[in-house]
């Protein structure tokens, strides 16, 4: 004897937090719960009778239709993740745990509103690499990069300049004006840099007063050149801190790949390298590595 269903069970589902949803084998909404508003901001009047693939975000239409084929066709993976356009235009995370009925043709699911929890993953993510006083890419993160150039260029045979960055007087700023003086240098360095930037370039503060440019737009040398001399001046505008102007100055070593061949730590050093021999040769100006640079010795 077939089992009538308790009608308290409607009443559940109206007070469900989760979303309820109910559509049919063409993807139309047959039923939603009031949950489908609070976290859609549809009514059930404006979704009623919409395909389901109209609210989801762009870029997961595909991957969502994939998951759906699984569960009807194949009976696998009954959870899945997309993203939603809400109403008001904002995304919304979504985790779904599918049922399909095979007897009435109907796919129940309900959805799980996890944007909350996958916005902290962002967010921990992108503090895990990046510099947290200039918000720019820490050296974890500049290393990916840089070795995801060089994996383009090395596809496209393409030129790439690394530029390591130190400031000269930093030390003195921090000793003479206080720590705060010199952050504030090193936050206006990197917005100065950033902003001299083109956006397929990139840079990132490896610690303390060092900061490396990856060039991903440059045709040869004198690209380089041209560009080092902006970043420079840039660097060089007068900052004022506790009505003074702070003294400082860009010590900037290159190295062009791939003339210079190595990964990503390679290059950085061989950057690092031709920093050093500008900083010795008076500072404020920029030397290209060759193999015959050393470092210099330590006292």
Not at 202 to 213: A, P, Q
Request: hydrophobic share 40%.
């Amino acid at each position: 004897m077939k089992k009538e269903t308790p009608e308290y069970l409607s009443d559940i589902i109206e007070l469900l937090l989760d979303a309820v949803c109910v559509v049919d084998a063409k993807g139309c909404l047959l039923f939603t719960n009031p949950a489908f508003e609070t976290i859609f901001g549809y009514t059930l009047e404006e979704a009623i009778g919409r395909n389901m693939l109209d609210f989801v975000y762009p870029e997961d239409r595909a991957k969502t239709i994939n998951a759906i084929n699984q569960i009807v066709i194949n009976n696998q993976q009954p959870r899945f993740e997309n993203r939603w356009v809400r109403k008001d235009g904002r995304i919304v995370h979504v985790l779904w745990s599918v049922y399909w009925s095979e007897e009435k043709q109907v796919r129940v699911a309900i959805a799980y509103d996890i944007t909350e929890q996958k916005n902290l993953e962002q967010k921990l993510i992108y503090m895990a690499g990046h510099d947290p006083l200039t918000d720019l890419p820490n050296r974890s993160f500049l290393i990916s990069e840089l070795e995801e150039s060089l994996s383009v260029a090395n596809t496209i045979s393409t030129i790439i300049a690394v530029l390591f960055i130190d400031i000269d007087g930093f030390k003195q700023v921090n000793d003479f004006h206080g720590h705060a003086a010199g952050d504030k240098l090193l936050k206006t360095v990197a917005k100065r840099l950033r902003h001299q930037l083109k956006k397929e370039d990139s840079v990132g503060r490896l610690g303390g007063d060092e900061f490396v440019v990856i060039l991903n737009s440059i045709s040869n040398k004198q690209d380089v050149v041209e560009i080092v001399d902006l970043l420079r001046q840039e660097i060089c505008k007068p900052l004022e801190y506790n009505n003074e102007f702070l003294s400082y100055s860009p010590s900037i070593g290159a190295v062009l790949f791939p003339e210079h061949y190595g990964d990503a730590e390679y290059l950085i050093q061989c950057a690092d390298k031709a920093m050093y021999n500008a900083k010795n040769s008076g500072g404020n100006r920029v030397i290209f590595y060759h193999s015959g640079i050393k470092l210099p010795s330590v006292k």
